[in-house]
């Protein structure tokens, strides 16, 4: 059953080094609830700590949750995600600049409750893992291209205490999806995310901005004029963000007269996540997650991550492993041992090839040995378990360059 929490402590990321885990959250019917402030319930707060000259400093920016279904858990049933900026769960390096210091240990995650605190505040804020006392990254980072600024992870909500909702990956903003719905610089755009001058003192309110496509994402472009080699795939929105607005979601909002019909009403899908924007005559920048920004001019133009990005993660050998570990264990927990371990399997597999050596394969290996011991098989049971054991004992401190 989902993890129930009685403390105020609502979110914590999946600890992927443990055996016991919750079953996917269920997923919420549609409301007739305005989509806007339904969009609102997507965002949560997030703020990384970290000392620089000798005094404590904060790294504030926002973070949305998105959902994938898992119908092998059940009729409705949903895997939860928190998705950000990468250098949101990174300190900056000594010079100040954004995601090039080492990895947070945890970063504080502020969410609304639907219940008012005793001192009047309605929002609870959590500690969420980012690098484990092992030394592993707990989030989905793309391996392959550092220049892609995201990070992904697993995460449980208290649905009884935490006021929220998710965006489903079904109105991700796909390349398939901009061409069927032929998407152009015509189209409308919205983001919500925090205003870090004043995130809200009773309850978080996130602040919306609106504007246009500038240039849908067909080539890369250079990231630092002195560094053209360099280049990022993104989106381009003629839409400000500024001090905070790091790892918002950015949305299209399509209808009305189109050049290629006339739609009634409005259709939203998830373009991507606000990176950063580019300064007038300077280069681009992603300083947009300080408390209280830098004054700088501001082109109006911002640098938006596609949603299949987002895709990429979740779908990729470290996020298939994890899907596939937990439906394991469900499967496991109602006796479907054949189907349980063919899950396991699949997760070992997927991680023999993309991180052998780190806390995800430990939890497959854990929860592969509660299977081979139900079935009677201890000699096999115990292998699993002293290599799952042999991993976590391998610790490092390195959370500049964490096992991922």
């Known amino acids: 059953m989902l993890r129930r929490f009685t403390q105020i402590t609502l ?43 000798g005094s404590a400093r904060q790294l504030m920016g926002t973070g949305f949750l998105v959902s994938s279904p898992e119908p092998r858990m059940g009729v409705d049933r949903i895997l939860l995600y928190l998705v950000t900026n990468k ?33 009047g505040t309605q929002y609870g804020t959590s500690p969420v893992i980012v ?9 989905f980072v793309d391996n392959s291209d550092d220049t892609v600024d995201l990070a992904v992870t697993p995460i449980t909500i208290d649905e009884a205490k935490a006021q929220f909702k998710n965006i489903p990956v079904s109105l991700f903003a ?15 755009v919205l983001f919500t995310g925090l205003f870090a001058w004043n995130p809200g003192a009773k309850r978080n309110y996130p602040i919306v ?55 009634a009403g409005y259709s939203y899908f998830l373009l991507g996540v606000m990176q950063g924007f580019f300064p007038e005559g300077l280069d681009v920048t992603v300083d947009v997650a300080e408390k209280h920004g830098v004054a700088a001019q501001n082109s109006g133009i911002a640098a938006v991550i596609p949603a299949d990005k987002i895709s990429s993660l979740i779908e990729g050998p470290r996020g298939k492993a994890y899907r596939e570990r937990i439906v394991g264990l469900k499967l496991l927990q109602d006796g479907d041992l054949k189907q349980a371990e063919k899950c396991f399997q699949d997760a070992k597999g997927l991680l023999d090839t993309s991180a052998p050596q780190t806390s995800d394969m430990a939890a497959a290996l854990q929860g592969y040995a509660l299977l081979l011991r139900k079935t009677n098989r201890t000699v096999e049971a115990e292998g699993a378990e002293k290599r799952a054991a042999k991993i976590l004992g391998n610790k490092s401190v390195d959370r500049l360059n964490p096992r991922m």
């Open 87 to 119: 250098h949101m769960i990174r300190e900056p390096d000594a010079s100040g600049k954004l995601g090039a210091g080492p990895y947070f240990s945890t970063v504080d995650v502020r969410i609304n409750l639907k219940q008012a605190n005793p001192d």
């Open 209 to 263: 901005r609106h504007g246009k496509l500038a240039r849908l994402f067909q080539e890369r472009i250079p990231l630092d004029r002195a560094n053209p080699g360099k280049t990022v795939a993104v989106h381009l929105a003629d839409v400000m963000s500024f001090g905070g607005n790091s790892g918002s979601p950015v949305f299209l909002r399509i209808g009305g007269i189109r050049d290629d019909a006339s739609v």
């Open 11 to 53: 979110l914590v990321a999946v600890q992927t080094w443990s055996v016991a885990q919750t079953t996917p959250t269920k997923s919420v019917s549609p409301t007739q609830e305005p989509i806007l402030d339904q969009i609102k319930q997507c965002v949560v707060f997030i703020t990384g700590t970290y000392t620089a000259g």
């Open 174 to 188: 796909t390349e398939q999806v901009l061409i069927d719905r032929h998407i152009n610089e015509n189209d409308e």
């Open 131 to 139: 690098v484990t006392d092992a030394g592993d990254l707990t989030w």
